[in-house]
């Protein structure tokens, strides 16, 4: 039969141990530093905008993409003299294009396209005082993505076209384009003619 005074001895022992293990473990935590976690440095801009001295108007090309807005406000500012962009983009983020518009208008600046310009570009294109295509140029315009409850998150998609479409009632289209603008796909891309764009007003200059 085991004394009691051996198992209470027992039971210490495996206290102290217990005890002095934990103190170890806190004592190596402490002397651990910490790793720094890893600073998520977002991509550059997808997109060129830069000053064209040949044609005398600034030129943007690539993705309607964050940081747009502000670029462009900065080379505005330091090219007061510039009263034309020449856009080539097949689109992008719709609130950069929307903040791009604002620049426009601000300044007075007229849009031009040589090539291709759809989507979120084409509404840049649509805040130009002035509006103009060149002999290739094609104008891409579609609807918005819905899924079945109406809702993308915390957007929804209705709300947003809307916000579009009082842009392109401001720069004095025709309502009747704005309605079709209203009822478009997401796909496949509406490339009006040019003798819409001019009877609807999205293109005002020769």
Same mark, same amino acid.
């Given at each position: 039969?085991? +004394?009691?005074?051996?198992?209470?001895?027992? &039971?210490?022992?495996?206290?102290?141990?217990?005890?002095?293990?934990?103190?170890?473990?806190?004592?190596?935590?402490? %002397?651990?530093?910490?790793?720094? /976690?890893?600073?998520?440095?977002?991509?550059?801009?997808?997109?060129?905008?830069? &000053?064209?001295?040949?044609?005398?108007?600034? /030129?943007?090309?690539?993705?309607?993409?964050?940081?747009?807005?502000?670029?462009?406000?900065? &080379?505005?500012?330091?090219?007061?003299?510039? %009263? #034309?962009? %020449?856009?080539?983009? +097949?689109?992008?983020?719709?609130?950069?294009? $929307?903040?791009?518009?604002?620049? &426009? /208008?601000? +300044?007075?600046?007229?849009?031009?396209?040589?090539?291709?310009?759809?989507?979120?570009?084409? =509404?840049?294109?649509?805040?130009?005082?002035?509006?103009?295509?060149?002999?290739?140029? /094609? =104008?891409?315009? +579609?609807?918005?993505?819905?899924?079945?409850?109406? #809702?993308?998150?915390?957007?929804?998609?209705?709300?947003?076209?809307?916000?579009?479409?009082?842009?392109?009632?401001?720069?004095? =289209?025709?309502?009747?384009?704005?309605? $079709?603008?209203?009822?478009?796909?997401?796909?496949?891309?509406?490339?009006?003619? $040019?003798?819409?764009? $001019?009877?609807?007003?999205?293109?005002?200059?020769?």
């Amino acid at each position: 039969m085991r +004394h009691p005074d051996i198992d209470l001895r027992v &039971l210490q022992f495996l206290l102290v141990l217990a005890l002095a293990g934990l103190a170890l473990f806190g004592v190596a935590m402490a %002397r651990t530093e910490a790793k720094p /976690r890893a600073l998520r440095i977002p991509p550059p801009p997808d997109f060129e905008l830069r &000053l064209d001295s040949e044609s005398d108007a600034f /030129r943007f090309e690539g993705l309607v993409d964050f940081g747009l807005t502000e670029a462009l406000r900065k &080379l505005v500012a330091a090219h007061p003299e510039i %009263r #034309q962009i %020449r856009l080539e983009s +097949h689109g992008g983020y719709i609130a950069e294009a $929307r903040g791009a518009v604002t620049v &426009l /208008r601000a +300044h007075g600046i007229s849009t031009h396209v040589e090539g291709h310009c759809a989507s979120a570009c084409a =509404l840049i294109f649509a805040g130009g005082v002035a509006r103009s295509l060149g002999p290739e140029a /094609r =104008l891409g315009l +579609h609807g918005y993505a819905l899924q079945r409850d109406g #809702q993308f998150g915390m957007i929804d998609p209705v709300i947003e076209m809307q916000r579009d479409l009082a842009i392109y009632r401001a720069q004095g =289209l025709e309502e009747s384009f704005v309605a $079709r603008l209203a009822e478009l796909p997401q796909v496949p891309m509406w490339y009006p003619s $040019r003798e819409e764009l $001019r009877a609807a007003g999205m293109v005002t200059a020769p």
